[in-house]
């Protein structure tokens, strides 16, 4: 059985500047898709949350590198991979935020786990062969639980 191959495959290089074309395409995927705007817009950020988290973690800044983002609508949901070959990041040592505490001591950034968590119905890291995977998929609103992410 051959795997499904992904509806539209993006490697933009591992810096900042490409991460507008991230959100333009990740919003654009999704309204074809047929998710409504404002939900268009939040998987947009939640997609460009985890490219910055590989350009900033995985590849600690280092610009000669790619970011690989494979988008795969099938049926009642979006699915994202986001893939480097950068260091594993274990998720489960990112500290939860507590969103009060983090308010009132005006921090910035360390946000990215937590929204992409918030906005999306699953985020799934894995370890490959290729490297790192994090998969995050999306029910369009009014879809039955029973669709297979």
């Known amino acids: ?4 191959r992904p509806a539209l495959v993006l490697r933009v290089p591992s810096r900042t500047e490409f991460l507008a074309a991230v959100r333009d395409v990740t919003r654009r995927m999704a ?3 047929g998710f409504d705007g404002a939900s268009a817009d939040q998987l ?13 973690h995985a590849y600690r800044g280092a610009s000669d590198r790619r970011v690989e983002l494979r988008f795969d609508p099938r049926g009642d949901v979006l699915r994202v991979e986001v893939v480097d ?6 998720p489960r040592a990112v500290p939860e ?3 009060r505490r983090y308010a009132s001591e005006r921090r910035t950034g360390g946000l990215g786990m937590h929204l992409m968590g918030r906005i999306m119905d699953t ?3 894995r370890r490959t062969s290729r490297g790192n995977v994090c998969c995050m998929v999306k029910r369009k609103p009014g879809a039955g639980s029973g669709a297979k992410p």
């Open 31 to 33: 309204e074809t898709a």
């Open 97 to 99: 935020v507590d969103l």
């Open 44 to 56: 947009a950020l939640a997609v460009d949350e985890a490219a910055t988290n590989v350009i900033e």
């Open 123 to 125: 985020v799934t890291f």
């Open 85 to 90: 070959d950068g260091e594993a990041v274990d």
């Open 1 to 4: 059985m051959s795997e499904k």
